[in-house]
């Protein structure tokens, strides 16, 4: 005989077998996470590591990951206090690929910015980092899972880690050379996770809001998108660090812990869907596939 | 003592060892591949198996997938047919998930359209399909690749096989009942490979040409990206068959062979890149990161 499961108001089931009733736990919809995860399963966004990009259509926020880029982020940082964005321009839009904005504006003042960064395309696995990792296979890693509110992958064997390139990650874009990006030129993943980029670039964060206004930006006709004209470019309004801006116009947003017990229940709710719609649920789950929830808390 | 290589134009590379050069095979390009392949390993499109959906801002093409989903397939053409899709809109556009066009158009002709179409979200392993197999591990499925030109999954021990949910897969909308779609609302993937929707709808082909078109569209700010007013929608001019458009105004699209030789130089050049920007080949790669070439050879 099949128990009968009725699906309660999204915290559990009660299940009934020979006239005997009792709760349990049910695997929650995404919906239902994000509902019942207590306040201390999410955390604010540092106004020190956090960007604002001001275009025209609106604010594009992004969490910087210094604890993998250190030297990439500082750099990002400096240009930014010396105003280096504000009125350049998005100058690449590759269909299924990057959005890309910046680059090289001579004569213009980069702070303390240094002329170049070293590589920090990986790093040896830090004994504080908490790794959540996916038990589910990665093509392209041992294991991926989760750092800091990153996605991320290690080779145990080899002693590293990695950030990976999902959607919304920003990296700093290079020429040929390892060392050769400074962090003026950012790009930001449109598409399919190229995810043979992973240990081929540095990633500096994350986009966390906005990210449909890079999104959705017109594609450029020139090679690799490029735009070939300057009317087809967006300005940058300004770029700052959210520190640097009065706190009353700050993005009041908070991220998921993702070494949360709320994030491991939002992880199982994408690999089985619980929503009447799916007939065949996966069962298993990309890391690209779990977007680490942002809110939005203003009062 | 390590041998010396000298990169040939796209075709080998000379080897030179202790004074004796000979010239052997060397991994290509992308461009490498494209530039290479002989015209047996590329295909045209079946102008009865193409679609070209008519934009304000130009031309989006699909082919077809009907050895997967003939009944679906069958009731998108005969629709058509009947101009069912003329005038109406591209009403979702969600980021990092779908653009979707159609939907119920009460009154409007359907031709000899069936009122819903049976769930095609697998098939048996044809005996006939030829299976180009990925050695790669795959999140997803036991066994991922291509068939008939489309990125494809199989569970040999199950004894079936279905096209997957990459970027620029086209699917029939549907309610929650398995058979409740009737090709009147279609979607496209304009992201993150939902790989989740696999085996639980029906896609009917892929978009071949155009594609920057649909996934630029700006998001809908509606549940589930949905415009919320008329005029964020664009307009569909027109949808035909290319059997019945004129010759002279059909789009020259070629398609490369997935079981061709070339196509497996295809998917080794994407799996460890050869350009020297690259300094970590992934050594894998996601089917979903293969897009198949199409070529114009408009003359």
Chains 1, 2 share one sequence.
């Not at 919304?168 to 400074?182: E, F, K, N, Q, T």
């Not at 709320?262 to 298993?284: C, K, L, Y």
Request: proline share 8%; charged share 20%.
């Amino acid at each position: 005989m099949r128990a009968r499961m009725h699906r309660l108001a999204g915290l559990g089931f009660i299940s009934c077998f020979t006239g005997l009733c009792f709760s349990q736990p049910l695997p929650l919809t995404s919906a239902e996470v994000l509902a019942t995860a207590p306040p201390s399963d999410w955390r604010k966004l540092h106004p020190e590591r956090t960007l604002y990009m001001e275009l025209p259509a609106g604010r594009v926020v992004i969490e910087f990951s210094p604890g993998f880029a250190p030297e990439g982020v500082a750099n990002i940082r400096a240009m930014v206090k010396a105003r280096y964005f504000d009125g350049l321009s998005i100058v690449r839009s590759q269909d299924n690929y990057v959005v890309q904005w910046g680059g090289a504006a001579p004569g213009r003042s980069r702070g303390a910015a240094k002329a170049t960064v070293p590589a920090e395309f990986t790093r040896l696995i830090s004994p504080s980092s908490v790794f959540t990792a996916l038990p589910d296979p990665d093509t392209y890693a041992a294991h991926a899972g989760f750092i800091d509110g990153f996605p991320a992958a290690r080779d145990t064997a080899g002693g590293d880690e990695w950030l990976v390139h999902c959607y919304g990650m920003v990296g700093i874009g290079r020429d040929d050379a390892p060392d050769s990006g400074d962090g003026s030129e950012l790009y930001v993943v449109t598409g399919q996770a190229p995810r043979h980029l992973d240990r081929n670039i540095t990633l500096v964060g994350r986009v966390v809001a906005g990210m449909e206004l890079l999104s959705a930006m017109p594609r450029g006709t020139g090679a690799l998108g490029f735009y070939t004209k300057p009317e087809q470019r967006t300005t940058i309004r300004e770029v700052r660090l959210a520190a640097d801006v009065p706190a009353a116009q700050r993005s009041p947003l908070e991220v998921m812990r993702t070494d949360s017990a709320s994030f491991g229940r939002w992880i199982e709710s994408r690999r089985n869907r619980q929503e009447p719609w799916f007939h065949s649920p996966a069962g298993r789950i990309d890391v690209c596939n779990i977007p680490v929830p942002v809110r939005s808390v203003r009062r």
